[in-house]
């Protein structure tokens, strides 16, 4: 069974940055695409950023310029780099396949983007 395990979240203010992590467990990563998921109060999960198998990546238009997802096969580990963070980013945010999301989903780690 795919575990998922998110971290790197935190309390940041308006123009900082932060860098998620997720280590994978139970499939062989290499061969998967993975993506960053969020989820704000009220709102449904969305796609925030995926890496394919190859490197390819692409982002929701409200990230782009501003994070950076990249891929360490040999840590079966995505990272989600965010820079200029605004307070509607604020969101728990996970990682999972991508474009086809497991059903499984990890706990997920919280940012909070605030003054």
């Known amino acids: 069974q795919v575990q998922l395990v998110e971290s790197g979240g935190g309390l940041v203010q308006p123009g900082g940055s932060l860098r998620l992590s997720c280590v994978a467990s139970g499939t062989i990563f290499s061969l998967y695409g993975m993506g960053w998921f969020r989820q704000a109060p009220g709102q449904q999960r969305a796609l925030v950023a995926g890496i394919t198998q190859y490197g390819m990546t692409i982002y929701a238009d409200s990230v782009k310029g501003r994070f950076t997802i990249s891929r360490d096969n040999a840590k079966n580990t995505v990272y989600l780099l965010m820079n200029s963070l605004k307070p509607e980013d604020t969101a728990v945010y996970y990682c999972?396949?991508?474009?086809?999301?497991?059903?499984?989903w990890g706990q997920g780690t919280q940012v909070t983007v605030s003054s």
């Open positions: 999972n396949k991508y474009p086809v999301p497991e059903n499984y």
